[in-house]
């Protein structure tokens, strides 16, 4: 069975500080892939990445960072130097192949950044 | 590319009525998935299709929901008779052989009242 867990319901910083989204996963598929979305207030479902299983190598994009471990099954996000821009909800989800590569998605972590 | 497009973007309803919900999705992809988003149960897929066949509706959460994709280029999602609990965003998104390139429509939220 496939699971994603978002411990964090909801996270508050301030401007510019650093933020970290916990995401871990659970699959028993040897091949499958990880993202990260935003939902905005307005509704929409924004891509931000797409990891897949045999690509460890962390990323960087702007101020947006992930890391990726499969030894604790985690996918976390990292923010630097937060902006009000940044308040929306955060979704990690996991696809994996041999199911249509349907979602399976966390229940999201709701961030606000405070000015 | 125009994306994938949903169509209404709001629908308000009474109980009872019939809703059909629509989808256009990008064109060359042969996979489209329906996805429901409450509070109480987050993002749910409802059902997919390959290739305009169904191939996993076990996500559909009762008769009263019934989807379609009469071709490439069209699907529907149908509520009737619709409830209250139906309030929800559904989400339509394509892809191309199953790939995990998804892209999300921006949503229909329906209201039931």
């Known amino acids: 069975a496939q699971k994603v867990t978002q411990a964090q319901t909801e996270i508050s910083v301030v401007e510019k500080e650093d933020v970290t989204l916990d995401c871990v996963y659970e699959?028993?598929?040897?091949?499958?892939?990880l993202f990260w979305y935003k939902q905005p207030p307005s509704g929409e479902l924004v891509f931000l990445i797409r990891?897949?299983?045999?690509?460890?190598q962390n990323e960087i994009s702007g101020r947006y960072s992930w890391n990726f471990q499969k030894s604790t099954s985690s996918f976390n996000f990292t923010i630097t130097a937060s902006q009000v821009v940044d308040s929306a909800v955060y979704f990690c989800?996991?696809?994996?192949?041999?199911?249509?590569?349907?979602?399976?998605f966390g229940t999201g972590t709701s961030l606000t950044v405070i000015p | 590319d125009a994306g994938v497009i949903q169509s209404p973007r709001h629908e308000v309803t009474e109980m009872g009525q019939e809703v059909t919900l629509r989808c256009k999705p990008i064109?060359?992809?042969?996979?489209l998935f329906w996805y429901r988003q409450t509070m109480m149960r987050g993002l749910e897929l409802l059902i997919y299709f390959n290739n305009n066949v169904p191939i996993d509706d076990s996500g559909m959460p009762e008769d009263r929901f019934s989807a379609k994709m009469p071709n490439a280029s069209f699907s529907t999602l149908k509520i009737q008779p619709s409830e209250p609990r139906d309030s929800a965003v559904y989400f339509c998104?394509?892809?191309?052989?199953?790939?995990?390139?998804?892209?999300f429509g921006s949503g229909t939220r329906l209201t039931v009242v």
């Open positions: 064109s060359g992809h042969d996979y």
């Open positions: 990891r897949n299983s045999f690509d460890e």
């Open positions: 998104a394509s892809s191309f052989q199953g790939l995990p390139s998804y892209t």
């Open positions: 699959t028993r598929d040897t091949t499958y892939y």
């Open positions: 989800a996991l696809s994996v192949t041999n199911t249509g590569n349907q979602f399976y």
